[in-house]
Structures are given as C-alpha cells and as structure tokens.
C-alpha cells in the first residue's frame, strides 16, 4: 500500500470526497467526517447544497442535529465546485443508477460524475465506485474515462475500487455504521487501500478479488430478494384461491430455526434497488450469451402485481355492486415502504395509473410524501401530479374503497375499518383489527 495515503488513513487525515449526497451519498459522507476524517460532499444539485448549507437534511436517517456540527466545524463541507477533488486523497462516487424505460441500464450518472473527476485525477488518489451496477462497470467505464481523460494509469497512479453500498433506509439497526461493508480493487494495492478506509468507519470489510466480484455480490444480495420476493407472490395468489392466508403460513415456516427465511407478499417491489438491479444483471448476461430466465421470471411476477391488487379492488367494489370506473378510491400510502418518504419506482404509481386507465377516480394519503408524480413512463399516458389528501371523515365518507399499499405506523387504520365499505390491503396491516368494513387482505381468504 502506498505509505502516504495509508498513514493518512490512519492518522484520519485522509481527505474524502463523497460525490452524489442522496440517500446513500449524504449518510455515508456524514459517517466519515463522524470518523474525524476532513469531507466533502459534492452534489449537482444546487438546491441539495443550499439546502444543507442551511443546516437541514433532507434524508429522514440523517437528522438536522447530526449535520449540524459537523458542518459549522467545517470537517463536513458540501459544494457542487467538482475542483474540490483535486485536493483529495479518496473519492467516493455514489450517484444514481436507473434503467431506461425500455429497462436498460442508464449508466449517464456514473459517466458524468467520471468525466468530472478525470480532468482533476491526481497521483496516488483512491476512486470507489459505490453505485450498484453490473458487473464490469468500474473496468470498462470508469477506468477508461480516468485514464483517458487524466493520462494516468489505474494500478501504476491511482487506486481504484468498487464496494457497494448496502444501507437500508428506515432501518433502524443496521446503519452506515455497523453493516459489514464489501470491497474489489482493481489491484491488490487498491482493495488494501480502500478496505483500510472503510474500518475507519467502524464496521467490518470483506475483501474480494476485483470490482467485478464486488459489484456481483450486491446484485446476488438485491436479486436473492427479488427472486423471494417473487417466490412468495406467487404463494400469495395461490393462497387466495385456495382460502389459506399466506401470511400465517409465513409466520408459522419462520418458526423453523434453520433452512428458512422469511419474506412477504406485497403489491410490488420498489425503490431504487430491488425492481432496477436484477436487469441490470440480465442486461449484462446476455453479452455472454446467457439468459437469466430465473431472474427474468421474478421481476415480471413482481411487476404483475400492481394489476393483481387492481383486480382485487374490482372484485371487491364488484361485490357491492359497484363498478370500478365509476368508485372512487383513495389509495393509502406511496412510499415504497413503510416510515419514510422515498417513493421512487414505488408499486402506487402502477397502481394509481391502472386505477385511472379503468375510469376509477382516485385520490391519496400518504403522511410521508405530500406529493407524488405519476404517469408519463409506460402506457405513454399523460404525467400527473397529485397531492396527498387529509384522512378526514369527510374524504373517508365520499370514499368507496381504501387501497392500503404501504403499511405506515403512524395511520389510524381502525378508523378507516370503521368509517369506510370497502379496504383493500396489499401488506396486511389490517389483520386483527376490528370494524365494519369489508376487507380483502392480498395473500388471504376471500370474502
Ligand atoms: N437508496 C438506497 O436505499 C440504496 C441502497 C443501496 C444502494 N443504492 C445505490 O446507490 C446509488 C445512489 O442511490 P441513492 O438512493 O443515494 O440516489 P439519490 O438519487 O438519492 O442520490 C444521488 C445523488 O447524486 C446526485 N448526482 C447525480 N449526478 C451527479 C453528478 N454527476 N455529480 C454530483 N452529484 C450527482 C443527485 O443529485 C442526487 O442527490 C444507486 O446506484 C443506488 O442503486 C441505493
């Protein structure tokens, strides 16, 4: 290992540049300077920056508090002036990695972040790459954009590395702190290097033999759960037809100590790991003459069931004898999971569209997410901007039928039993409660 920026490392006086400050940029640029290592976040947006030069954060893990210390002390800085990395001994690129409407990977995030860093390379710096993407991407886009770009060489003049980013929002145990952190450099010199800074945060490092392996371990881990996931919604739709509540069946295999792990039904996948990750995997594959059909299977049995909850909602409103282009519907919860405000790639936006190509009206209430954008992806329908409605008893009394999508903590869903004909629960957070509502719970017997 190069002795300088390891003695940096060890002295914490290192300094890091986290590139992309969103939901896992912000945290992890906070974690080094917790660390005592000198930071700075640099981010594209100027109303991010604006907003954290403020003192506020806009990621419900980071709190206001937190920041503040670490701002004022100037051992965290944040700008959107990319020669800021000239001065650096490790940059970390953590920016968005989506797929194209046509689910493709859309690698312009990581080029652009590339591009910005290449002309200001130095000697003897560290590149991680810590947004998850498929295999090859650290060798064959973003070694070749440095080393063009820089006329340096990766290996002989600068370290470079992929580790992926493994933070879950909302979790309340597992943090940038303590969850075991993975990493691949390209060279031996570069994993040592990379994996040195990563203990100075705290949590273990497990080193593999390249970027490659490293940038497939996060797609092994995300597309292991696409695939239960999917394993589970198709034993959700089974379960209904043959009036056995999947949910209790969950809850009664994970009594067994070994050999099982739990996983529940739901209304889809969303976020940006588990609906995006595994094409980015089957994209790759098929350079290598591969088809992933496993993987294939479980993002369409994922996908398809936004349209199995929709039917759900017809078969309910059906048994009032109502028909669903005429009911209205008041959808309840948009983030992609419960306790927090990220709705990207949420299920409620297929759900909502589907709802509305069928003629329903539809309205929402999400305590997280005061508005929320929907259309203008498939279907080529037209975008539409909605805005969360109060859960009032006069919204409940115009209402026909209740959507429950994401299962909030902070709702009062015995009030919606009592207050409204018809919910439709898609995560089961109605069973045991009382009230005179019909209810048809995904993955149960049905009414
Ligand atoms: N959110 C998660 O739970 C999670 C978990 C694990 C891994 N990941 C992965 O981490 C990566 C980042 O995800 P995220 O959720 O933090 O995304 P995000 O959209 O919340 O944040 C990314 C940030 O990067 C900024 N940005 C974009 N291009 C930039 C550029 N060229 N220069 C500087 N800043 C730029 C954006 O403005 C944004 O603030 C993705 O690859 C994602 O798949 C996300």
Redesign the pocket.
């Known amino acids: 290992m190069n002795t300088s920026l390891s003695d940096k490392i060890t002295h914490r006086t290192a300094q890091v540049a986290v590139?992309?400050?969103?939901?896992?940029?912000?945290p992890l640029a906070l974690a080094f300077a917790k660390a005592e290592f000198p930071t700075v976040g640099?981010?594209?947006?100027e109303e991010?920056v604006a907003i954290l030069n403020s003192g506020h954060s806009y990621?419900e893990d980071v709190k206001d508090e937190e920041l503040i210390p670490y701002l004022q002390s100037g051992r965290l800085r944040v700008t959107?002036d990319?020669d800021i990395v000239r001065a650096c001994d490790a940059i970390f690129?953590?920016?968005?990695?989506?797929y194209t409407i046509q689910r493709t990977p859309d690698l312009s995030?990581?080029v652009?972040?590339t591009?910005?860093i290449a002309p200001r390379l130095q000697p003897q710096q560290l590149i991680v790459l810590?947004?998850?993407?498929y295999p090859g991407t650290t060798t064959e886009i973003v070694q070749p954009i440095l080393e063009r770009e820089s006329g340096l060489k990766a290996g002989r003049d600068f370290y470079l590395a992929f580790s992926?980013?493994?933070?879950?929002?909302g979790n309340p145990q597992w943090s940038a702190y303590n969850t075991p952190k993975v990493v691949g450099g390209l060279t031996y010199e570069a994993t040592t290097v990379a994996a040195a800074l990563l203990r100075q945060m705290g949590a273990p490092v497990y080193e593999v033999s390249s970027p490659a392996a490293a940038e497939m371990t996060?797609l092994l881990e995300?597309t292991f759960r696409s695939v239960n996931i999917a394993l589970v919604n198709e034993m959700a739709q089974l379960a209904e037809r043959m009036s056995i509540d999947i949910w209790e069946v969950v809850d009664a295999a994970k009594t067994k100590p070994f050999g099982f792990m739990p996983f529940h039904p739901g209304p889809g996948v969303g976020?940006?790991?588990i609906p995006?990750?595994p094409y980015y995997l089957l994209w790759k594959a098929r350079e290598y003459d591969f088809y992933t059909r496993f993987i294939e299977l479980a993002a369409e049995t994922n996908e398809a069931m936004p349209y199995h909850v929709v039917e759900l909602v017809a078969q309910g409103l059906s048994s009032l004898g109502k028909p669903l282009h005429s009911a209205r519907v008041l959808v309840l919860g948009v983030a992609f999971k419960p306790d927090i405000s990220?709705a990207?790639n949420s299920p409620a936006e297929r759900i909502i569209e589907l709802l509305l190509r069928r003629g329903a009206e539809v309205h929402y209430h999400d305590p997280f997410v005061p508005t929320f954008r929907v259309g203008g992806n498939v279907f080529h329908s037209e975008q539409i901007m909605l805005t969360s409605v109060a859960l009032t008893d006069d919204v409940l009394a115009e209402t026909d039928v209740v959507v429950i999508v994401t299962g909030h903590h902070n709702v009062d869903y015995c009030k919606l039993l009592t207050q409204t004909a018809l919910v439709v629960d898609s995560c089961n957070v109605t069973k045991k409660l009382i009230g005179t509502a019909q209810i048809l719970r995904l993955g149960a017997p049905l009414p």
């Open positions: 590139i992309g400050l969103g939901y896992v940029g912000l640099l981010e594209i947006s991010k990621i959107t990319y690129i953590c920016v968005p990695t989506p995030f990581i652009s972040a591009e910005g810590q947004s998850t993407t992926p980013e493994r933070i879950d929002p996060k995300n976020g940006h790991c995006i990750d990220d990207r």
